[in-house]
């Protein structure tokens, strides 16, 4: 356990200056290049996974440049990591019982069926954020949890979002982030880039599942649906909008779908034209061109004004610290 986790259930808000105070005193570390990995998924026009592409049908490009996929797995078995974050502001509270009980059924099929290494982490948050339990395959533990839950005022999602990060960022294998809100956010620290950047430097997929008791747009928070739609195209995720609990199952039994029908795609940064801007924008393309994949946009690395040689040496944000997978 993290020496700042003190109990299962602790709040993690107060943390908050904690990470800024360190990001500001830590300058840019310098590591040997690390392997960049891309978790893939991969569908027709229609929307059908498509699962027996191979490792030529891939093409990746850093800055635009093509790089050379030096790790492929098809269908990956790797072990997940799950953040599952649950809104508990008091404008969900009259749907929180039913999104308990649909993440409970979630839950129970995830570990169930998959990896005996896989584990989840349940997160709340309100106006504060609350680690209800640590990485754990434990479902009745799990469960145990979500029965507990009552809403309260503010949103911190953001917060929310880069806090799970650093839960997961030294996490082994797959790193995945769901999150059920009704996309609001009033009083979050952090902001929505911040939020992002702590996920794309965790390898974190994010998949928002936005919970909609108001169903015209004229009433509901069309800006907080955006920012949860880029947050997760920005790490390979999508958003599912429902409605009820029954489209809450459905949403969930689709995101088991595609964690278990993942590509596992990495490369070592070669030849790779350098900007001003540290970020790496990322491209992902399939054979046939017809097919659609989604996969995170970019990475922190290096950038203009760097020491060392690009092809050989990585940078990693100031104030975080990469390991070698």
Not at 29 to 36: E, F, G, W
Not at 129 to 154: C, D, M, P, W
Not at 257 to 275: A, N
Request: some cysteine; overall charge neutral.
């Amino acid at each position: 356990m993290h020496r700042w986790w003190v109990r299962p259930a602790v709040c993690l808000t107060a943390l908050l200056p904690l990470f800024a105070a360190s990001a500001q005193q830590q300058p840019v570390i310098r590591v040997d290049v690390n392997l960049v990995r891309i978790v893939a998924t991969v569908k027709t026009q229609s929307g059908e996974l498509v699962k027996a592409l191979q490792k030529e049908d891939f093409q990746v490009a850093d800055n635009g440049a093509p790089q050379q996929v030096a790790v492929f797995e098809r269908q990956t078995d790797q072990p997940l990591s799950v953040a599952l974050l649950i809104d508990t502001s008091g404008s969900t509270a009259k749907e929180l019982k039913y999104e308990s009980d649909s993440a409970a059924r979630f839950l129970k099929a995830l570990l169930s069926e998959g990896n005996p290494q896989d584990v989840v982490a349940l997160y709340t948050f309100n106006w504060q954020i609350v680690r209800q339990n640590y990485f754990t395959h434990s479902h009745a533990s799990l469960e145990n949890s979500l029965k507990k839950l009552y809403g309260e005022a503010g949103t911190s999602l953001y917060d929310a979002i880069y806090l799970a990060a650093h839960d997961l960022e030294d996490r082994e294998g797959r790193k995945v982030m769901i999150i059920v809100t009704d996309g609001g956010d009033t009083t979050s620290s952090k902001s929505l880039k911040q939020a992002l950047e702590a996920a794309q430097l965790a390898d974190a997929v994010i998949y928002p599942v936005v919970v909609m008791p108001i169903t015209n747009d004229a009433g509901r928070n069309i800006g907080g649906e955006n920012a949860l739609t880029f947050i997760a195209q920005g790490t390979g995720g999508r958003t599912f909008l429902q409605t009820g609990a029954a489209q809450l199952d459905k949403a969930f039994g689709g995101i088991i779908t595609e964690l278990r029908t993942q590509y596992v795609l990495g490369f070592y940064p070669h030849d790779v034209p350098l900007t001003k801007n540290p970020f790496h924008t990322l491209e992902v393309r399939v054979k046939p061109a017809d097919l659609r994949v989604s996969a995170r946009n970019g990475y922190y690395g290096d950038s203009e004004g760097n020491t060392g040689s690009q092809g050989d040496r990585i940078s990693v944000s100031p104030g975080r610290k990469k390991k070698t997978p």
